[in-house]
């Protein structure tokens, strides 16, 4: 399985006992989706863009896709660039969801 495979993929809802993927899960599938950084419980990717519209355009769509998925990131946004970062806060760690969200973003980065 790679990135178009998870970007293909519809999140599900975690709630009523699903575990967070523990360290192995997590590694395996964060080899699947190019640049992003596993920081404790979180995944992150900073993209940069030529200005302020190019970053605010790609903010849009990831809030876009974001309501689509029922899968919410936190964005830290600057002039040119935005730090995205995924966690499943309802499991307290990291879930399928995040790696099916961050390859979706990918794929809008690509645009």
């Not at 192995?24 to 030529?50: D, H, R």
């Amino acid at each position: 399985m790679g990135a178009a495979d998870l970007a293909r993929k519809k999140c599900k809802p975690c709630e009523g006992g699903v575990a967070p993927l523990n360290d192995s899960e997590a590694a395996m599938l964060l080899g699947q989706i190019k640049g992003w950084q596993l920081n404790g419980a979180v995944i992150s990717k900073t993209y940069e863009f030529a200005n302020y519209y190019q970053t605010m355009a790609f903010v849009n769509a990831v809030a876009w896709l974001a309501h689509r998925e029922d899968h919410h990131p936190d964005m830290n946004v600057g002039y040119n660039r935005c730090r995205v970062d995924y966690a499943t806060h309802a499991i307290g760690g990291l879930s399928e969801n995040d790696f099916i969200c961050a390859a979706k973003v990918d794929a809008l980065f690509e645009l």
